[in-house]
C-alpha cells in the first residue's frame, strides 16, 4: 500500500503543479501593462518554468509507482497506448494522452529560442504550446474519475481549485486578448530652438539740405 500511497501524492503533486503552470502560463499570455513590463514577465517566466518542470518529475513519479504497484493492474502496455487499460480503460487512458501532451509541450519549449527565429516557427510553437491545455483538461478528467481518493473533501477541495485557478486564469486571457499592448512612454516634445532675432536695417541716408553743397552740385 506504500506504492500505491506514493502513486496518489505523486498525482496530486503532479496535478496541482501542472495547474498552477497553466495558469501562469494563460497570465503570461495576458496583455497589459503590469503582464508586459520586462520586471514581472521575468519572475512569471521563471515561476512558470519551475512549476512546470515539479509538476513533470511529479508525473513521472506517479507514473513509475503505478507501474510497479501489483494492485494497480496498470500495466506497460497500457501506460504506453492509450485505451488499453484493464482498469477504467477511458480514464486511464486520458491519462497516457496527458503525459504525451505534457512532454510533447515541454520538449518544444526547451526549443522555444530556436523556433522564434522566424515568423513560421513562432506560429507553429504557439500551437503546440497551447495543448498545453487540452493536457491539462485530461488529466483532470482522468484524476477525477480513475483516482481512489476522490470521494475525500480535501481532495474535491484541491480538484476545485486547480479548476478554478486555471478557469479564471484563462478568462482573463480572453478578456484581453486582441486589446493593443499599452503604449511606451514617450519623450516630452523637445522646445523649438530659439533663433537670434534679425539685425536690424541699415538707416536709409537723410534727405539732401535744400541749398547745401550737394543740392547745389545736383542743380548743376
Avoid at 36 to 58: D, M
Avoid at 100 to 120: E, K
Avoid at 129 to 149: E, I, R
Avoid at 166 to 174: K, M, P
Wanted: with cysteine.
Amino acid at each position: 500500500m506504500t506504492v500505491w500511497y506514493i502513486a496518489r501524492g505523486a498525482g496530486l503533486a503532479a496535478l496541482l503543479l501542472l495547474s498552477s503552470s497553466t495558469a501562469i502560463g494563460a497570465l503570461m499570455s495576458a496583455r497589459g501593462p503590469s503582464a508586459r513590463s520586462a520586471a514581472n514577465r521575468v519572475v512569471v517566466s521563471y515561476l512558470h518554468r519551475v512549476t512546470a518542470s515539479l509538476g513533470l518529475g511529479s508525473l513521472l513519479l506517479h507514473l513509475s509507482s503505478i507501474l510497479i504497484d501489483r494492485y494497480a493492474h496498470v500495466g506497460w502496455q497500457a501506460s504506453i497506448v492509450a485505451f488499453t487499460s484493464s482498469y477504467r480503460t477511458t480514464w486511464v487512458g486520458f491519462g497516457t494522452l496527458a503525459i504525451y501532451t505534457f512532454v510533447l509541450v515541454a520538449a518544444l519549449g526547451f526549443a522555444r529560442g530556436r523556433m522564434a527565429g522566424s515568423a513560421a516557427g513562432a506560429k507553429v510553437w504557439r500551437w503546440v504550446h497551447s495543448l498545453a491545455y487540452v493536457g491539462w483538461a485530461m488529466a483532470m478528467l482522468h484524476g477525477l474519475n480513475s483516482g481512489t481518493d476522490t470521494s475525500l473533501g480535501w481532495v474535491r477541495l484541491l480538484y476545485i481549485a486547480c479548476g478554478a485557478g486555471v478557469i479564471a486564469a484563462v478568462s482573463i486571457r480572453l478578456s484581453r486578448f486582441g486589446r493593443p499592448a499599452a503604449p511606451l512612454p514617450t519623450l516630452a516634445r523637445a522646445a523649438p530652438p530659439i533663433s537670434a532675432p534679425p539685425l536690424p536695417a541699415p538707416p536709409l541716408p537723410a534727405p539732401p539740405i535744400p541749398g547745401g553743397p550737394i543740392s547745389e552740385a545736383v542743380a548743376r
